[in-house]
């Protein structure tokens, strides 16, 4: 019994242990970054702890969805995030969000393009909040293989031919952003019949969809499991790097442009290691080391310059034409009601 | 008859081991992507011990699954040698009751468990996923220790008493002895379930503190490093001589 | 075992403790959030958004997905643990555990390997090719996923099984067969009662994950395929919904609930006749 009772204490300790192990990080010069996976060159967070001193705790996310509730829930004190456009307003209206000091930003001020901070406003108005960090456009990737007609349009998407060969995304305003714009509607629609309408499309189109897939679609192109894919620009140039069969088109009927921005919470700890790292992000040879990782499009004005891998500096996917993401919009937070309502018409799609 | 039995039982070991041959496959294959085979190479292995998120993330997964295993196991036998003299009803009812966790959704447990934590004002991190894996674990070991406990005969026991053993004396010279493979049983059952778990890990972990589920699943949609693969294969390898070296000293005694 | 009631209690109450936190206040929890909407007033419609198109459709996919995989399963499982407690006396312990085995490793990259195998380029498809046999596509359906559920299901209905199996003493089987009986008839009236708690613990082991599970079915069925517990995921994760989430989990609970019922039943004329 006695052995027991030492026993259980032993453990306990141990338990304890383990609390106090992992708050003793506290003391420490630190930053919580929480990013989503694979967005950054790991590298550069190596970088800039030996030049800071600062040591960075480094977590990642897969959805905007999936961080929001673990920023709300204040499950962990993250001091810098990068949410997509639609939640860095919808986190601003929660109150989750605290100004950004651009005085302490100078990259920022200096290397960021200012048609990115322009367009940021119809998601952070007064440009207080949010550093532009990637962008890009949503587009199709078709196998060249296997796809002979031109492909200009998203209405491809829906033909017969290529049955079991389309792969679409898999989530709500990325899926009915496609039957909207072939309607001609906003992305941003509220019309509840509008959108019940692009919903059915999406139905009529099921039985021609091989998957429903999120960033799968990079594996899946490249193997050639499948001929037509909708696909963000940076997995794009990635997919076309490793499968000189693929192209890339952004449809005429319009898409979505958007942007990740870096931000800064409301209940961070660290708010002047957050700055220096936000800064740090828009230097130009970080920004160049962290596109070439990514091969998403980047809102550094320096980067193409910089740049020495051919491939990359010569690619209209990653430097488009200014012509393309003129006019384009970018998705805005349509408030919890609209959301739901969203996601409701995915649901149906999915069950049918 | 013979013959078919064996035909049987390579075709449900192919079906096992099939995908397992794949994974092992994809840690030599040169290309990072999936299904687009370009060589081979041993550069995962290599660049595996080079990546520290991976190796940190291994060294979580045994150090919480040793430790989470550990404490449920003797939580479990505790409770299980309570609940061998309480009646039959209530025994059925707290056994129930244990079961819940694992029997609920995991990602209801999982969820649950983070709001209990925030509400009792814990810091998430190492602690709570280890405490959130004690929680699930004790049922696995109960299942196992409580049939071969009721089975037990309570008369060697009262024997050993009754030649002037202390009950501790007493427990673990008759009792321990005989629960000995429902307890290792138990205690593997346990650490298997902890070190497979990524949804209750996921929502009970704290900022930088993954296991190996939870760096995969993170993986899982952006395309799994192949330094998984490697690892996983390493990892089947380790087990495999385990069970070998396992089942041949057993064979000894 | 105890000398007094006392000291049992006294090893009961780390339990009785333990499941008040972390069994029960979680489940209130849960309870609280199911029956109250999000203004905090107690409100039913979150239980009766059960009855709408989408969520409906979905359990009854997942329950119908969930039984054939336990069916399957304990089809597959049975003849397999036979052979294995009867090899087992020859060949030791090893074959046995190399049937378990694959449980070790981790179930998100072997159904990655899965769909590997399955998909329109995948390893079957160009094995079948090299044999010049038509294509069989697999991935992104209802199949690929029930596959997926019985290859990580199977370990937890052959281990219960197995043991249970391996109880049985032989000499009871021979003297049936000495008695004329045939092997058909050997195995439902002896070895199949004196195996069916195993049994019964196994369907509950494989059927309550199968039916939760989100994991498998959004890599092998291409997300064209909405289970219940991807909805209760996608409540929770992605639309933040947890009073939703919660209440479908209750509905969830209430499959478990019977399924419990069922086994103490069983467990119950089981022990009556082994006390």
Redesign the interface.
């Given at each position: 019994m006695k052995k027991i009772f030492a026993f259980t204490i032993f453990i306990c300790c141990i338990i304890l242990g383990g609390c106090t192990l992992v708050e003793k990080d506290d003391a420490k010069n630190i930053l919580y970054v929480y990013n989503w996976g694979d967005y950054v060159d790991p590298e550069t967070l190596k970088i800039f702890e030996e030049e800071t001193g600062i040591h960075v705790v480094y977590d990642t996310y897969d959805t905007n969805e999936s961080m929001y509730p673990r920023i709300k829930e204040g499950a962990i004190h993250y001091d810098v995030i990068c949410p997509s456009d639609y939640m860095i307003q919808k986190m601003i209206a929660n109150n989750l969000l605290q100004p950004l000091d651009f005085e302490k930003l100078p990259n920022a001020k200096k290397y960021i393009g200012e048609k990115f901070f322009e367009q940021s406003r119809a998601f952070d108005p007064d440009n207080k909040f949010s550093v532009p960090y990637c962008w890009g456009t949503v587009g199709i990737v078709y196998n060249t293989s296997l796809v002979k007609d031109e492909v200009d349009s998203w209405k491809i998407l829906w033909d017969e031919k290529y049955r079991n060969e389309i792969l679409m995304q898999d989530s709500a305003r990325d899926a009915l952003m496609v039957p909207l714009k072939i309607m001609g509607k906003s992305l941003n629609e509220t019309d509840k019949e509008v959108l019940e309408k692009a919903r059915d499309m999406l139905i009529e189109q099921k039985p021609l969809v091989q998957a429903y897939v999120v960033d799968e679609v990079k594996d899946k192109m490249i193997s050639g499991e499948a001929a037509i894919a909708v696909v963000f620009s940076g997995e794009a140039l990635m997919i076309m790097l490793e499968n000189p069969d693929t192209d890339f088109v952004v449809p005429k009927e319009g898409t979505n442009f958007w942007i990740d921005s870096w931000v800064i919470t409301r209940d961070a700890e660290n708010v002047d290691n957050a700055h220096k790292f936000i800064d740090f992000m828009c230097r130009p040879d970080i920004a160049v080391t962290n596109f070439d990782y990514l091969g998403y499009s980047t809102p550094n004005i320096a980067v193409q310059e910089l740049e020495e891998d051919e491939d990359y500096k010569n690619s209209p996917v990653a430097f488009p034409d200014p012509a393309v993401y003129e006019n384009q919009e970018t998705y805005i937070y349509l408030g919890e009601e609209m959301d739901r309502f969203y996601n409701r018409q995915w649901m149906r799609v999915k069950v049918e | 008859m013979a013959k078919l039995?064996t035909i049987?039982?390579a075709i449900?070991?192919l079906?096992?081991?099939?995908?397992?041959g794949?994974?092992i496959a994809?840690s030599f294959n040169e290309?990072r992507?999936?299904?687009?085979w370009t060589g081979f190479t041993l550069k995962w292995y290599e660049s595996l011990f080079e990546n520290e998120?991976i190796l940190n993330a291994l060294s979580n997964t045994i150090s919480i699954g040793f430790?989470s295993a550990?404490?449920a196991t003797?939580?479990a036998l505790?409770?299980c040698?309570?609940?061998?003299?309480?009646g039959?009803k209530w025994r059925?009812m707290?056994m129930?009751?244990?079961?819940?966790?694992?029997?609920?959704?995991?990602?209801?447990?999982g969820?649950?468990?983070?709001?209990?934590f925030?509400g009792l004002g814990?810091?998430?991190?190492?602690?709570s996923i280890?405490?959130a894996h004690v929680?699930f674990n004790?049922p696995y070991v109960m299942?196992c220790i409580m049939p071969q406990l009721?089975?037990l005969d309570?008369s060697f026991?009262e024997a050993a008493l009754d030649l002037g053993a202390s009950?501790?004396k007493a427990f673990t010279s008759v009792?321990l002895p005989e629960l000995r493979p429902s307890i290792f049983a138990g205690f593997l059952l346990a650490f298997?379930m902890s070190?497979?778990d990524?949804i209750i890990t996921y929502f009970t972990r704290?900022?930088?503190?993954d296991t190996?589920?939870t760096a995969?699943?993170?993986?899982?949609?952006?395309?799994?490093h192949p330094e998984?693969?490697a690892l996983?294969t390493l990892?089947?390898f380790t087990?495999?001589i385990f069970?070998?070296l396992?089942?041949?000293n057993?064979?000894k005694i | 075992m105890f000398r007094s009631v006392g000291i049992r209690n006294l090893f009961l109450a780390p339990f009785c403790i333990w499941a008040g936190v972390f069994i029960f206040v979680p489940l209130i929890f849960i309870a609280w959030y199911g029956v109250t909407n999000a203004d905090g007033n107690f409100s039913l419609e979150n239980l009766e958004m059960i009855f709408q198109t989408e969520f409906f459709r979905s359990l009854e996919v997942s329950v119908i997905l969930a039984l054939v995989s336990t069916i399957v399963c304990l089809i597959l499982a049975y003849p397999l643990c036979l052979i294995l407690v009867e090899r087992a006396k020859s060949a030791g312990l090893i074959i046995t555990l190399l049937f378990v085995l694959p449980l070790w490793m981790n179930t998100l990259l072997s159904t990655m390997a899965w769909q590997t195998i399955l998909e329109k380029n995948g390893i079957l498809n160009q094995l079948l090719r090299f044999f010049s046999l038509p294509d069989f596509t697999l991935i992104n359906t209802s199949a690929a996923v029930v596959i997926g559920m019985i290859y990580n299901y199977l370990p937890y209905m052959v281990l219960p099984l197995y043991v249970a199996l391996s109880k049985i003493d032989l000499s009871v089987i021979e003297a049936a067969k000495d008695l004329g009986a045939s092997t058909w008839k050997t195995f439902y009236k002896i070895i199949l009662p004196l195996s069916l708690p195993g049994a019964i613990s196994g369907v509950t082991m494989v059927f309550i994950p199968a039916l939760t599970t989100f994991a498998i079915s959004a890599l092998l069925g291409g997300g064209k395929l909405l289970l219940i517990g991807n909805v209760i995921e996608q409540e929770f994760t992605f639309e933040y919904d947890w009073h939703l989430g919660s209440a479908l989990s209750i509905v969830l609970m209430i499959f478990i609930v019977v399924n419990m019922i069922i086994t103490l039943a069983f467990d119950n004329s089981h022990e009556e006749t082994s006390d």
């Open positions: - | 039995k049987y039982l449900i070991f079906f096992l081991y099939a995908p397992i794949v994974l994809q290309s992507y999936r299904g687009n998120d430790f550990l404490i003797i939580f505790i409770t040698l309570a609940l061998r003299e309480v039959k059925a707290f129930s009751a244990a079961n819940v966790p694992i029997l609920n959704a995991d990602i209801v447990t969820i649950s468990l983070m709001l209990l925030l814990m810091k998430l991190g190492y602690g280890l405490l929680v004790v299942l009721i089975a309570k026991y009950p501790f009792v298997t070190a497979d990524f704290g900022a930088g503190v190996l589920p995969i699943y993170s993986q899982l949609k952006l395309g799994i998984m693969y996983s990892v089947f087990i495999l069970v070998i396992f089942a041949m057993r064979k | -």
